[in-house]
């Protein structure tokens, strides 16, 4: 049961160094039982640091950890973590069978060995790696030690679980299986999970709220929602892949209908800021339809925008279209729908995208 | 060639005939080398653990100091500890000075440096991630070195074979300090160099042929242990 009176982890005001240059520094954060929060940022911006931080294997400079509302300071290292389980990017499975690596935190506690047996061959269950019990770590494939990894990390029913990065180094396929068990389980045990990751398409899947942590400080932490729609600022936008951010300011609002000038171009956005407010206007490539100009039939869309195509890329599975509408403009766009507007640079096209797609940051 | 051949078919004969006098140099050299290989361990072993897993200043200088040791020369080692053994000495009061005891003390020092080194080089070859993981897992920290031992097992039994290799060998120490007293501190190295002065080659080839089957007989012990190891974690 989530209870949003007394988080099961606390962060205020923490401090911690790493080498002279890089400085953590969390604010607030209250994490609550049974909660997946999901930690994204870019390479170096201190997404591992944090989680050493909270498995007190770094220390903090200043601030405080508090779990179930005791200072972590008040409690011993071997005792605070024996109430987390980690799991790190790589499975690093020691060289014993499955049920060894499994059992391997269990016995550190000193529990029976009737319930190691017992609580592995439940969890063996639950990840589906019942059949690779007997089996030497050292061959199993990279999703079958993920897996018991997890399980490992599992059997000991923690407090808080601290995943960083535990699907990085696995195929698609794997990848996705692994992460849809791992969501049924956590939901299942109400398990409260720090998961880490620089893949937003895993915070969004795994995450109950994303916390979005650049250069050090959580800039932005919210519903998945409200994160990936309505970034606090234009970096967050950035790192979440809003490639469009124009800079513009208010024309015209009435009734929270507001009209942007934007290089000139007047567009059209949902929200209630002030006449002459200057702002940067955000719209995501993959809210935006690509028309052929012939063909444009009447839409429903309030911003309309002609260009030109300036070029063309593989973006993924989609296309990267680049446009000159007096200002650069990203389109991503499927490959069956490049084929089928037969687009080629130079060629004059049309775009349509909804008011509710554009995001506004003021400035 | 003659003399070679002399001396194998010598060192089968002494072995078949179960000289009292060869067994007993033979024994006194297990005993000697196998206890100095054995402190060395205790010693090296927990020594070697801190110094690869923690983190200060003057490591890198120690580090050299310890490999320097592992190169020590053991008739160096021998002047030492017989300076201090001497009865003139600081521990001279003790009267270790040519008996087995001031062999094992000599040899230990020969083999610590190279338990450490080796050590060091055992651990810090395994991911540095693991340690944080045993801790993440709730390992205490003798848990977690117990396990790093364990994952570590294979490059740790190089190392005590290293350790046993250089002192059931090593010949000027022992002869320092022991003195290659007849029944007392005659081992198989110090009973070579003396049979090969006295110009019984026969007799020191076959000493020699003995001292390499002991030394292969132990290393294929501790080989096959190593391999079993390194078979269960070929990936199949």
């Known amino acids: ?363 | 060639m003659q003399v070679i051949w002399e001396g194998i078919k010598e060192a089968f004969l002494l072995i078949i005939r179960g000289d009292p006098e060869i067994w007993a140099i033979t024994w006194l050299t297990l005993k000697v080398s196998g206890t100095a290989t054995a402190i060395s361990l205790i010693i090296g072993l927990p020594i070697g653990t801190w110094l690869a897993l923690r983190r200060f200043s003057g490591r890198g200088c120690l580090f050299s100091f310890i490999n320097t040791g592992m190169a020590f020369p053991p008739v160096v080692i021998g002047l030492w500890v017989s300076i201090f053994l001497w009865r003139s000495g600081p521990f001279g009061n003790l009267g270790l000075i040519y008996t087995p005891a001031a062999m094992v003390i000599a040899q230990t020092i020969i083999a610590t440096p190279i338990v450490i080194g080796l050590t060091i080089a055992a651990l810090q070859q395994l991911n540095p991630y693991l340690r944080l993981q045993l801790l993440g897992l709730g390992a205490s920290s003798l848990q977690v070195t117990f396990a790093l031992w364990r994952e570590a097992r294979l490059p740790l039994l190089a190392a005590l074979m290293a350790g046993f290799g250089s002192v059931i060998s090593e010949v000027g120490a022992s002869m320092m300090v022991g003195g290659n007293i007849k029944d007392q501190t005659r081992v198989l190295t110090t009973a070579i160099v003396l049979e090969t002065s006295k110009g019984r080659f026969t007799i020191a080839i076959a000493l020699g042929i003995i001292l390499l089957f002991i030394a292969y007989l132990v290393n294929y012990f501790l080989t096959s242990i190593q391999q079993r190891g390194a078979q269960n974690r070929e990936v199949q």
């Open chain 1, 1 to 363: 049961m989530t209870s949003r009176e007394h988080p099961v982890l606390k962060i205020k005001n923490l401090q911690v160094s790493r080498g002279s240059e890089f400085n953590l520094s969390i604010n607030h954060v209250e994490i609550y039982a049974g909660e997946v929060i999901a930690i994204i940022g870019p390479n170096g911006a201190g997404k591992s640091t944090l989680l050493l931080a909270l498995s007190k294997l770094l220390e903090a400079k200043a601030g405080s950890i508090s779990l179930r509302g005791k200072s972590i300071e008040q409690i011993a290292d071997l005792e605070y973590r024996r109430q987390i389980a980690l799991v790190l990017q790589e499975p690093l499975l020691l060289d014993t069978s499955v049920f060894n690596n499994i059992a391997a935190g269990l016995r550190f506690r000193g529990i029976s060995k009737s319930e190691i047996n017992q609580r592995i061959d439940e969890w063996l269950i639950k990840l589906n790696i019942s059949h690779l019990k007997d089996r030497p770590a050292s061959q199993l494939s990279g999703g079958q030690a993920q897996r018991v990894s997890l399980a490992r990390a599992m059997v000991l029913k923690p407090t808080l679980l601290l995943l960083d990065e535990p699907f990085s180094a696995l195929d698609t396929p794997t990848r996705m299986s692994l992460m849809q068990d791992l969501r049924n389980l956590l939901s299942e045990t109400a398990t409260t999970t720090i998961f880490i990751t620089h893949d937003q398409e895993q915070a969004l899947f795994l995450g109950d709220r994303i916390a979005v942590l650049l250069d050090g400080k959580i800039a932005q932490i919210d519903s998945p929602q409200n994160v990936f729609s309505s970034p606090i600022d234009t970096t967050v936008a950035n790192f979440l892949g809003i490639e469009n951010i124009l800079p513009g300011y208010v024309m015209d609002n009435r009734d929270g209908k507001m009209l942007i000038d934007v290089e000139g171009k007047q567009l059209e956005a949902i929200g209630k800021l002030p006449i002459g407010k200057d702002v940067f206007f955000c719209v995501r490539p993959e809210e935006i339809i690509l028309w052929n100009t012939a063909d444009m039939p009447k839409s429903s869309a309030r911003n309309q925008l002609d260009g030109q195509i300036t070029s063309i890329s593989n973006k993924g599975p989609l296309q990267q279209i680049n446009l000159d509408c007096g200002f650069p403009l990203i389109v991503l766009i499927t490959r069956a729908s490049a084929q089928e507007l037969d687009i080629e640079p130079g060629m004059e096209v049309c775009t349509t995208f909804k008011a509710s797609a554009v995001h506004l940051i003021p400035r």
